[in-house]
């Protein structure tokens, strides 16, 4: 069957041609800033490697405090290829969100939310949690003892909030304490709970980039701007991207192998210098600098509740702005530049410190 | 018994318990008092000064507890207030004791099976007779006053059970109470013994695992010399002495050329190479015929020993080093990241025949450690492989992602290559329309 | 990229009078020398790379020599190596086992590691007791410490039988 034939007998089942003709029209502007546009792209296919290796490692793990740590070992000694696929799940962990993040201030920079993008935006911070939330339930699915403090160090941050706090506390934990009830509910929200959301949430937010075309940023606005088909030339470049970004993960899984560690054990010590993953690490370090009482109320809680009014302000940003005014963008930008110079420094000092 | 239950009977009863009530507590009163009375305590615990020591002391002694007070060892009459009856010498009181009558004065009931078996019937009652085959017994006989006789090491008032840890003669207090006298140099001047045991026995393995550890299974002062009956071990005992804990080296010696040959010597043995109270943890080199070793002490160059000395040093060192060239591959495969639990593992094994091979030492022949020291070289040489195996797969792995890195290189360098001709042929249209 | 009545400069757009859309089939230009080389190159790139993908996931989800993570429960052994009055040594997870056929056939299985300084211990057949070479420390076969130095009992473990051979696992 030649697959001209193929095309046209699938064409009339499935309307190939009208999505073609969608595909075809689908341009990107070409401008001094076009470069940010393949951070949203590259993120997807570091999602799209965590969903496969994930779904390989699922073969093998095993979700209980007595074998999740023997089953990790198993799969990084005695699995062909088990160390590769482990650490390429690890390492491209820790990319995607780095790629989240400067998509995400990329969009914020070039004011990407403007109408009639809110909603765009909106789904992106949500993805930001979704992601946020992967990383931190991962983390504590080898079981071994870095990660049982960090989550329990975690919890106990969350359990810290005014009115909800203990509830979530317990949601998180599976209990009281962090126990293998808390490794079995991590994993659900790991491999079940978090991916059909997040697949729901990638679906509307790709759907309404469709819909609304790349934007251009608001000075361009109304100027003649060349334009790029997406297929194939931006689609060729961002596959270049994806196939560095290949390689990048296969080289860091070869050299820098991912750590197994020590099987946890909950009634020894902490380690010293115990420290959450890199993209927690700017909050950790805050909530470490301020001071256990300000005025009459408790430092820590006082760090958390400005993370969450921070993160709220920063969720409904698109209505925050106006762009008529002027002085405000000028504010926005000097807030943005504040914001990633803190987080940078604070992740350096967390990490030095 | 019905009609107790009634109304006027119960009257009656309750009646006659208030009479007797006052009745039946001067009794009590009484009893209370006549619960002995001691007018020893009640004078002595007025005195100030050591006089009254003995009182303070007296709670929580181990007899006073049970009811054995002052006068059972003193005699005299407690029921007096008059001190020139209650301590009448004529009458039999005893003031201080004499040293020399230390012994007998406590034996009088510790000897007596009948009399202990009332308070612990497991107790020994042979310490008096075991005493007076100690050292300190003898000379005691002999009319030397200056030793130690049983207060000297329990106390007289305030005795505690040897398991409390309050006791002089707790395990952990043991070598302190020896040496309140022995390692005073000028009270120990007019026997002619050294007074640096306890200082040695303080750096020793021992000591440290009895007082660092707190394993109270290490052994003191009493363990090898026994308490009541305190002497030396014999020259040709030693090895029986240290063989309770140290049963296997203990055994080889015994079956060994050195035991003959320690006894024609008169050298003691155990001690002539490991020393008797600053015991050290041994390590290899006091084997062999370097300088810090115990064997070079008889044994010359050209004689057999020297020869069998060098052989088993040289065994131990081949399969000592062996074991840390395995750990030291294993470390380095671990540091970059290759899983090595099972190996270390197995290395264990090396590590138990090493520990064995020492032990088989003291057989004093090269051909008793050959087949353990094979063994364990042999295990060890097994992990020193996977060491090697895992660092080979280390670097399999980095040239097969240096491979894959060059097909995607190349991919990724095509693709670019293909945009750019895509583009130049698009270009090259929309010039042509 | 439209076009109607099938314009020369546009090379080769043809429309098919068959088909009731407005479908164009492009006819591909022949194509040069250096693009078929270009796109034969690209092809094999593709491929290698394919494979360096796909034979690591191939290969992973091939299950392996051992199928399983060591667990709770060992094979310690066969019954029938096992003589009666017997102790043999086996691995338990990262720690060294002592399972014991005692005279009467009983089977029983402790940590070999003795609590008094972490030696190896080892069956006695003379004394029907587990031994402790280091210090002379002394087990029965309910793992209690009944001489020398050793502090604690030895932690037992269950033993059963699964067809000959002899599987331990933790209490």
Known sequence: MKAETLTLWLDERLNLTSIAQLARKKEIPLHRHS??????????????????????????????????????????????????????????????????????????????????????????????????????????????????????????????????????????????????????????????????????????????????????????????????????????????????????????????????????????????????????????????????????????????????????????????????????????????????????????????? | MKASNSFPYNCRKLMRVFALAPSIGLLFFVSASAQKKNSCVDCHSQIEGTLSEPV????????????????????????????????????????????????????????????????????????????????????????????????????????????????????????????????????????????????????????????????????????????????????????????QCHVRQAGLFQSSPHKTVFGLMQVGECVQCHSNHGIQAPNDELLGVGDKSACTQCHSEGDSGHAAAKKMRERIDEISASISGANEILDRAERSGMEVSKPRFDLNEAKDALTQSRVLVHAFSPAEIDKIIDSGVDVSNKSYEAGGAALNELSFRRKGLAGSLFFILFLAVLIYLKVRQLESRQQTLQNES | MTNDSGNEAHRGINKCSKCPNDIEIKQQDPPSGRRRFLNYLLGTAFGATAAAIFYPILKFITPPHIIEAAQNSVTAGKLSELALNSGKIFKFGNKPGILVRSASGELKAFSAVCTHLDCIVQYQPEKKQIWCACHNGQYNLNGQNVGGPPPRPLEEYVVNMRGEEIVVSKA
């Open chain 1, 35 to 353: 470069i940010w546009y393949y951070f949203g792209g590259m993120t997807l296919f570091l999602f799209g490697i965590q969903v496969g290796t994930g779904i390989l490692l699922l073969l093998y793990y095993r979700p209980s405090a007595e074998t999740a740590f023997e089953s990790v070992q198993f799969i990084v000694t005695e699995v062909q290829f088990g160390w590769l696929i482990r650490s390429v799940h690890s390492w491209s962990a820790n990319l995607m969100i780095a790629t989240l993040f400067i998509h995400m201030f990329s969009v914020y920079f070039m004011r990407a939310y403007r109408p009639p993008r809110e909603i765009t935006w909106l789904t992106g911070v949500f993805l930001l949690l979704l992601a946020v939330g992967f990383g931190f339930s991962g983390y504590l699915l080898p079981w071994n003892k870095l990660a049982f403090f960090a989550t329990k160090v975690g919890t106990e941050i969350a359990g810290v909030v005014p009115l909800v706090g203990k509830p979530t506390l317990r949601f998180l934990r599976g209990g009281d304490e962090v126990t293998g009830a808390t490794l079995t509910r991590f994993f659900g929200f790991h491999v079940a709970v978090l991916p059909a959301i997040t697949t729901a949430v990638v679906v509307t937010h790709l759907i309404l980039v469709q819909m609304h075309g790349m934007s251009i940023p608001a000075g361009l606005e109304g100027k003649p701007v060349k334009k790029m088909k997406f297929f194939p030339s931006f689609f060729l470049r961002d596959l270049i991207g994806w196939v560095l970004a290949i390689g990048a993960l296969a080289a860091l899984a070869a050299i820098f192998p991912w750590e197994l560690g020590e099987k946890a054990d909950a009634f020894a010590p902490a380690p010293a210098g115990i420290r959450p993953e890199w993209y927690f690490l700017f909050m950790f370090q805050t909530l470490k600098m301020i001071p256990a009482k300000v005025l009459s109320f408790d430092g820590e809680v006082l760090g958390i509740l400005a993370f969450g009014i921070g993160g709220l302000l920063w969720f409904v940003l698109p209505f925050l702005d106006n762009p008529a005014k002027p002085r405000r963008r000028m504010l926005f930008k000097t807030v943005g530049v504040i914001v990633v110079v803190y987080i940078v420094a604070l992740t350096i000092i967390g990490f030095v410190s």
């Open chain 2, 56 to 243: 303070r002391l007296s709670k929580g002694d181990v007899h006073d507890s049970r009811g054995i007070s002052c006068v059972d060892c003193h005699r005299g009459d407690a029921s007096s207030d008059d001190m020139a009856v209650a301590m009448n010498r004529k009458k039999g009181f005893i003031g201080k004791p004499r040293s020399s009558d230390i012994p007998g004065l406590c034996g009088r009931c510790h000897s007596d099976a009948t009399f202990m078996k009332a308070f612990n019937p497991s107790l020994r009652v042979d310490q008096e007779r075991e005493y007076s085959t100690s050292v300190h017994g003898k000379l005691l006989k002999s009319g030397e006053q200056k030793v130690a006789t049983c207060v000297s090491c329990h106390g007289e008032h305030g005795i505690r059970a040897v398991i409390d840890p309050q006791s002089k003669v707790y395990a952990l207090n043991v070598a302190e109470t020896c040496a309140a006298c022995h390692a005073k140099s000028d009270y120990m001047k007019s026997f002619k013994i050294p007074n640096d045991q306890y200082d040695k026995y303080r750096t020793s393995v021992h000591a440290r695992t009895l007082y660092e550890k707190q394993d109270l299974s290490a052994p003191t002062c009493n363990d090898c010399h026994g308490n009541h009956g305190a002497a030396p071990p014999g020259l040709a005992s030693v090895a029986n002495v240290c063989g």
